[in-house]
């Protein structure tokens, strides 16, 4: 036992913490404000530039004031003996703790390691490096709240400490930076690289670079990149590892930027966020991490030295045709699959017959036809003999369906090539994650999320981007963005590869850029839908998305389901002439099946459309200009509304009556999805004995194989809206729910779905009891649509 020195100071010693190499650290009782301190004496003998250097750092620590940081009190000399006094945190140590239990949960570490980063940024804030960090500085007091200790060899960012010498390796080997083991000035970067290495010993319930020699394991963390064990538990993802790497990488430049940084990234792994964007600060860091990680791939600088000549030269007014056709005919595999290619019936209207050689296919389909199939082609060939290889083509043939989409829906003849690779582009980053980033691509996939309930205690949506840049530090969107301009793609090319946000415009745009955007937004949107579809629902979805984009795009919404159609028969062309061969059961296959209605599809001819009038208006309906004028002073009302502080319910209502007086309807039922029962269920209404009639409304969103989903199911199921004029007609009466019969009995209703990232979570139905009494001209649908639309952003607001 350790025997109680005298009073140091004031300060009188009780019984024995802890001891280190150069110190005791004691329980002591500070009598002049009656505290339980605990006081660290230095044991070893130091000359008195030491000891007032550490004097001087120990000052400069006491001004640190942090829920996560053990607060220095006092720092002096007395008697000759330096000495430092401290809060006494009873307790024990992290260390203590990862002996008691081992291997930590990754829930249970990251929780931990958050309040010790949270200390750190205040430190680093403050000015200060601990340079000594490591789990027996770090204290756990008895709510379980880690606070960091011992800054006796901190070091101020402002400059050296007086004594400092050059060179000076300061910390404790298995802890140490590959800097701080060259003896270089402290930085905020040593601490995170610390914190990195404790996080992988919590999950891995072993040390990470631990040697009987301290000498070899400073050589090796200067000397070589650490990596975590392969097994970190059954709880540790790819995306906690992903960060993990992040945290323990060698250079700086590609470490966390700051602790602020690697908490961010930690907490956005513990509490998935609704919206995860890349952070300013750390963006252009995460790009270069990225970029150097799939520079490490052999084929990724000679496929990004290829795109980048290919698009110089295809942009260059000085380039000749026989310049491109010498480049291409550098690559043989490249110049058959291009020769292929050309000569299927895609290209039929070049004419001249078969087409032998590399210099007439360019002189007859145009830089542009070459340049993309050109940079088709290079992404195709880079991704052959991957083990993941099955998923890449089933990316890359989903990309090049919606590139070929765009192209038939281009207005402007010129402009068609510049759409093609806009769409096949604005999916750069995800296609480049699946090739090079394969593990975190399939965790950015088990992160998208629907919408899981609506209220403060449902889970908010996680979308691809949001959940890309969780996963990777930044979003898809700025990683394809980050490589085109690396590759040299023009800036017009590159405006038009970022994804517009929101509802699409409900008229034409006129400003080409912007059309381009929507066009290669709308292309991607409806490739998605059929990629993702069973065949049996994809042409109701493509359908029902082709009247959301047409106004925008100054298409009819049949020459966008017919344009669908034709992208897909191309796009059967191509994959044979690529020789893509994909197996029976792989989901792209639906990209190359027929768009056409399903034999038991019958609610695509009464999907929401105008009604064409003939004779007189009947009795009861609202005349159209009227109608309209109600419509359009209730949206008018319900956005002045959102602009400020709203009530979710009040805005719901409002569109209700809005449509309810506007149209004339019997009845106007709002539902909303319960996420315990996977089903709509009315929640309030307006009209004709609507307080009996709300509580019948139960629309399952979830049917057991083998049977058929109802009418209200199927609408609500496809996203499609829909106007059923007479429901007595015999195949809308059979698909009726019994609850409909017995309650609500309306012969003409209409009813709007509302989805959230391609969910449905929420449903309009309006009723009117004759059949045929239903009718809308082509604003009044626009309107209503508006109306829907407002109710969803209303949804994403309050979320």
């Known amino acids: 036992m350790t025997p109680v020195p005298p009073a140091v100071g004031r300060f009188k010693p009780l019984r024995s913490l802890g001891r280190g190499a ?21 044991t070893q003998a130091v000359d008195r530039a030491s000891v007032d250097a550490w004097l001087h750092e120990a000052r400069a620590v006491s001004r640190l004031t942090h829920p996560n940081i053990v607060p220095v009190f006092e720092a002096d000399m007395e008697g000759g003996q330096a000495y430092m006094a401290f809060e006494y945190v009873a307790g024990g140590t992290l260390a203590e703790h990862m002996r008691q239990r081992g291997r930590l949960p990754a829930r249970d570490a990251v929780g931990l390691m958050l309040g010790v980063l949270d200390g750190l940024h205040a430190a680093h804030a403050a000015g200060v490096v601990h340079r000594d960090l490591k789990p027996s500085n770090v204290m756990l007091d008895p709510q379980g709240r880690p606070r960091v200790m011992d800054f006796g060899i901190a070091a101020r960012l402002s400059g050296a400490a007086p ?21 270089e000035a402290a930085s905020p970067a040593m601490d995170v690289f610390a914190a990195a ?86 963006g252009n860091a995460t790009l270069e991490f990225l970029l150097r990680r799939m520079r490490h791939r052999s084929d990724f600088p000679a496929m990004a030295d290829s795109v980048a000549r290919i698009q110089r030269m295809t942009q260059s007014e000085n380039e000749s045709l026989t310049t491109l056709s010498n480049e291409i005919l550098k690559d043989v595999a490249l110049t058959n699959k291009l020769l292929r290619l050309v000569n299927t019936v895609q290209f039929s209207h070049a004419g001249g017959g078969h087409i032998s050689t590399v210099s007439r296919a360019v002189a007859l389909v145009g830089f542009g036809g070459i340049r993309n199939l050109a940079l088709s082609l290079v992404l195709l060939e880079r991704m052959e003999n991957k083990q993941h290889a099955q998923r890449l083509k089933e990316e890359f043939l989903r990309s090049l369906m919606a590139g070929s989409l765009a192209r038939e829906l281009c207005l402007v003849p010129r402009e068609n090539e510049e759409s093609f ?21 399939q965790q950015v996939r088990r992160l998208v999320r629907p919408e899981r309930g609506m209220g403060e205690q449902a889970a908010p949506p996680i979308n691809e981007a ?102 897909r028969q191309r796009l059967s062309q191509l994959a044979q002439a690529m020789d893509i061969q994909l197996p029976k059961s792989s989901p792209a296959q639906r990209l190359l099946a027929p768009l056409t209605p399903s034999l038991e599809d019958t609610l695509s001819p009464h999907q929401l459309q105008a009604t064409i009038v003939q004779g ?28 400020e502080s709203f ?69 609500c199921i496809k996203g499609a809206d829909t106007l059923i004029a007479d429901a007595s007609q015999p195949r809308i009466a059979e698909r009726l729910p019994a609850w409909f019969l017995s309650g609500a009995k309306a012969h003409s209703f209409l009813i709007l779905p509302m989805a959230l990232r391609g969910a449905p979570f929420a449903m309009i139905y309006a009723d009117k009891a004759e059949a045929g009494s239903v009718v809308l001209d082509e604003k009044q649908l626009a309107l209503l649509r508006t109306l829907r639309n407002q109710a ?8």
């Open 22 to 42: 150069q110190s005791q650290v004691w329980l002591a009782h500070d009598p002049r404000l009656d505290r339980e301190v605990a006081l660290k004496v230095l």
């Open 792 to 799: 969803v952003m209303a949804f994403k607001q309050v979320s």
């Open 466 to 567: 949001a959940a890309s840049a969780q996963v990777l530090g930044l979003s898809y969107e700025s990683l394809g963005l980050g490589v085109a301009r690396q590759w040299g793609f023009p800036d017009s090319l590159q405006r038009t590869m970022v994804r517009p946000d929101g509802d699409a415009p409900m008229r034409l745009i006129e400003h080409s850029p912007d059309r381009m955007r929507w066009l290669a937004r709308a292309s991607n949107d409806v490739a998605d839908v059929i990629l993702n579809s069973e065949p049996s629902e994809a042409y109701a979805k493509v359908r029902a998305m082709a009247q959301r984009y047409a106004r925008a795009l100054g298409v009819e919404a049949k020459a966008i389901e017919q344009a669908a159609d034709q992208a």
């Open 647 to 715: 009530k979710l319910n009040e805005i719901l209502r409002m569109i209700l009556e809005t449509m309810y007086r506007g149209l004339g309807f019997r009845r106007v039922i709002f539902c909303l999805r319960d996420p315990k029962t996977e089903t709509l269920t009315g929640r309030f209404g307006l009209g004709d004995g609507v307080e009996s009639v709300v509580p019948l409304f139960r629309v399952p969103l979830r049917v057991m194989p083998g049977l058929q989903p109802d009418l209200f199911s199927a609408i």
């Open 421 to 441: 690779l806009t769409t096949m582009f604005q999916g750069l980053g995800r296609l480049l994650s699946e090739f090079y980033l394969p593990e975190e691509a």
């Open 197 to 282: 290495v404790m996080l992988t010993e919590m999950l891995a319930g072993q040390r990470l670079n631990y040697d009987p020699d301290p000498w070899r394991a400073v050589r090796r963390v200067a000397e070589q990149q650490l990596e975590p064990p392969a097994d970190l538990g059954p709880d540790t993802d790819d995306a906690l590892r992903a960060v993990l790497l992040r945290g323990l990488a060698r250079e700086t430049s590609q470490r966390w930027p700051s602790a602020k940084a690697f908490h961010d990234a930690l907490a956005a792994w513990l509490h998935p966020a609704a919206e995860a964007a890349a952070s300013t600060d750390g």
């Open 616 to 643: 007189p208006v009947r009795t009861g309906v609202i005349p159209p200009e009227e109608a309209s004028a109600v419509l359009a002073a209730g949206i008018q009302d319900i956005t002045n509304a959102m602009v």
């Open 163 to 183: 004594s400092s010498q050059s060179n000076r390796i300061v910390g404790t080997p298995g802890y140490l930076s590959p800097e701080a083991a060259r003896g």
